[in-house]
């Protein structure tokens, strides 16, 4: 299968994938936020830890990593599925993220650092997030989730957002 968008287009296409404050980043952290925890997301410790996490919790000597399972490889996901074009560019750059992913957590785990992963995917069922982060971060087994999040429904990332149309 030959891509149809040209190589700026492609290019210009794949710059507006954010890094930063996605839309599974904001729900962890309104959760977080909704059971008493505090954290950063732009200190000093999340620009200096390996893999730069996406929330810190200096209070549980903790950090939180919210990945994509496209990116990541969340392995036996659904949306972990490899493009069918260049497939050895995407191979070997998806190896990467997931050899870097490791490293990174093997370096803060020596650091002392407790290393928690929500994947994109399971923001689908918002009520086992918020109790596998009870269990991992102890805090009251109360909460309230914000009004809007109670109907939340987040679909992973479908191939329209990377210029597909199904």
């Known amino acids: ?16 994938v954010k890094a930063r404050d996605t839309k599974p980043e904001i729900i962890v952290r309104r959760i977080l936020h909704s059971l008493g925890y505090r954290f950063t997301i732009n200190g000093p410790k999340n620009k200096k830890f390996p893999g ?13 990593f919210v990945h994509g399972c496209f990116w990541h490889r969340h392995q036996n996901c659904k949306h972990a599925t490899t493009p069918q074009n260049n497939r050895d560019y995407w191979t070997k750059k998806f190896s990467r993220n997931v050899e870097r992913d490791r490293e990174n957590e093997s370096k803060l785990t020596s650091l002392g650092w407790k290393v928690l992963t929500i994947w994109e995917c399971q923001l689908k069922d918002l009520d086992a997030v918020v109790a596998s982060l009870i269990a991992e971060l102890p805090r009251s087994s109360t909460y309230q989730l914000p009004s ?19």
């Open 148 to 166: 809007d999040l109670e109907d939340q429904t987040l679909a992973a990332e479908t191939a329209a957002r990377y210029g597909k149309h199904s």
């Open 52 to 64: 730069k996490p996406d929330v810190v919790l200096p209070k549980y000597q903790s950090v939180l």
């Open 1 to 16: 299968m030959v891509d149809t968008l040209s190589k700026e287009h492609r290019s210009w296409l794949m710059s507006r």
